[in-house]
């Protein structure tokens, strides 16, 4: 344990100076990740708080600084967050699972502000580090947030209430700081014909930014392993063990229930089957 603890001081110590304040960002910089408002949210966040306190802070970016799918964050940072208060910090190098680990743990939550997500990895991985998280709601990453119904239940989505985007259900986890998107489109491409895409204001993303930075970092811990309580519980079962448990039980299922194919199969070229929305667009 204290060869443990010493290795996290020395990775802490090299990646830089002591903040009171860390905001984590690690995903890759593409386009429906939305890193020009998650830079923007920041400032918006900075401005608000007086000089000295702002110095304090950091936004942490674990991703490439420039790439073709998404844009030159150097140049972003120049424009609309050029100045000694904002401290942003790229970490440019690929970390092995334990220094991810410490970084996550140098750091204070996690943001992802993604338009459409399937799930959100990061976010999962901030959890198990016992961070709490900000996130667009949206995709799988409204999943990790533990939105639930008057009864407690987990939220759970069917044909008739899809997606939780607009609002519907403001009850969560404690360890989520949820981003309501103030727009909605649809977008696709060849393999996913239509998606939501759920974009929130950057001003949003600011108030829980500030909400999360409001508290004392006993207060930030705290919702952090509830969150990771909760993550690692039967309920959610976000571990190796839960997961292959679950694969192990879809396999049983699968080969109880299984039926060999026919050795051959007409199929009516002319027969065009029609294509129909399996889920409500209004809700």
Known sequence: M???YRDYREFKNKEGKEYDFALLFNSRNIRRKQ???TILAYRYFIDRLPIEKAKKCCLVLHTDRVFEHGTDLNAVIELIANGEQYNIVFTDNIFAP???NMLYNSTDAQILLTSNEGWGLSLTEAMLAGNPIIANTTGGM???MRFEFEGGDWIDFDADFPSNHRGTIKKHGEWAFPVYPSSRTMVGSP???YIWDDTCRPEDASEQIMAVYSLTPEERK???LKGREWAINEEAGFTAEHQGARVIEAFDTLFSTWKPREKYELINA???KD??????LLY
């Open 2 to 4: 204290k060869k443990k």
């Open 191 to 193: 393999p996913t014909p």
């Open 142 to 144: 409204q999943d990790q």
């Open 98 to 100: 334990p220094q991810m």
């Open 275 to 280: 294509r129909k929305i399996n889920h409500k």
């Open 35 to 37: 890193l020009p408002d």
């Open 270 to 272: 002319n027969e065009v």
């Open 222 to 224: 705290a919702k952090g």
